[in-house]
T-cell receptor, first 112, second 112 residues
């Protein structure tokens, strides 16, 4: 039982490049989330999904896109990376909106 | 709307008590508490639903005053392992598309 996994763990991009972060969970959770964490800002919700095929915007969605084609996977895409997107990205999943969120180990992204 | 946590940081000696507060300007359905150790992912502590209940987890407990839209996390006889950043998250309305909005966190450092 791996829980929530994220790939990659680290990535360095140049401004304007694109990339996709993959989140996978093996707990059969309906809800999945993408957060970014910056010093002094806490955890800010980017996008989330309440089930396979659904996505919704969070607090800071601009510059990101997501897809949930399979229940166990939640992809976060950056079409044209900007230095302001340098951050640590966490994925999480939960059974429902009121249940425990299980977080992945994080992806540290640097945009030069 | 992001909840406000206070204090932003606190330093204690082992065995001392601490209180971390979380307040919102909006009516709340639930409050969630997580702890994050340096370099790790956030880990769930507890959920409090509206109704003013108090919950406990080892020597860590919390209360939720829905009328004041506030929650407090109590750490008694603190241990070195309690060091980390504590986040509260709030849910304003319970429906299928609702999500947790986290505060900026409170850094807790326990000295031996």
């Amino acid at each position: 039982n791996a829980g929530v996994t994220q790939t990659p763990k680290f990535r360095v991009l140049k401004t304007g490049q694109s990339m996709t972060l993959l989140c996978a969970q093996d707990m059969n959770h309906e809800y999945m989330y993408w957060y970014r964490q910056d010093p002094g800002m806490g955890l800010r919700l980017i996008h989330y999904s309440v089930g396979e095929g659904t996505t919704a915007k969070g607090e800071v969605p601009d510059g990101y896109n997501v897809s949930r084609l399979k229940k166990q996977n939640f992809l976060l895409g950056l079409e044209s990376a900007a230095p302001s997107q340098t951050s640590v990205y966490f994925c999480a999943s939960s059974y429902s909106g009121l249940n425990t969120q299980y977080f992945g180990p994080g992806t540290r992204l640097t945009v030069l | 709307q992001q909840p406000v946590q206070s204090p932003q940081a606190v330093i204690l000696r082992e065995g001392e008590d601490a209180v971390i507060n979380c307040s919102s300007s909006k009516a709340l359905y639930s409050v969630h508490w997580y702890r994050q150790k340096h370099g790790e992912a956030p880990v769930f502590l507890m959920i409090l639903l509206k109704g003013g209940e108090q919950k406990g987890h080892e020597k860590i407990s919390a209360s939720f005053n829905e009328k004041k839209q506030q929650s407090s996390l109590y750490l008694t006889a603190s241990q070195l392992s309690y060091s980390g950043t504590y986040f509260c998250g709030t849910v304003e309305v319970m429906n299928r598309d609702d999500k947790i909005i986290f505060g900026k966190g409170t850094r807790l450092h326990i000295l031996p």
